[in-house]
């Protein structure tokens, strides 16, 4: 995302979402993904949903292979997924 690029719909802030969690973009850039955040209660928990897998990924050395997700936390990775999905299908996106 550019800097002078504001992210008006989901579809662009979980694109950019990687690297806003990277500390990765300008600050207007973050600053934009943060508004569209606080709106935007299905992005939030899909950034949530990310933050969490990559501090798990940061705990393995990279020898080690984590175990098999639960399927309780599979269920709740898809049901996050399904309502990131049709928040930006059924409502065009924010």
């Known amino acids: 995302m550019e800097p002078d690029q504001k992210p008006c719909n989901c ?7 990687s690297d806003y969690l ?10 934009q993904i943060e508004e569209h955040l606080a709106g935007c209660p299905s992005c939030v928990e899909f950034a949530e949903t990310l933050r969490e897998t990559v501090r798990l990924c940061r705990q393995y050395k990279p ?32």
């Open 63 to 94: 020898s080690e292979l984590p175990a098999p997700l639960g399927e309780e936390v599979k269920r709740q990775l898809r049901e996050a997924y399904q309502r990131v999905m049709e928040s930006r299908g059924g409502s065009g996106g924010h």
């Open 11 to 17: 579809e662009e802030v979980l694109a950019a979402l």
């Open 22 to 31: 990277n500390l990765d973009l300008p600050r207007e850039s973050c600053r």
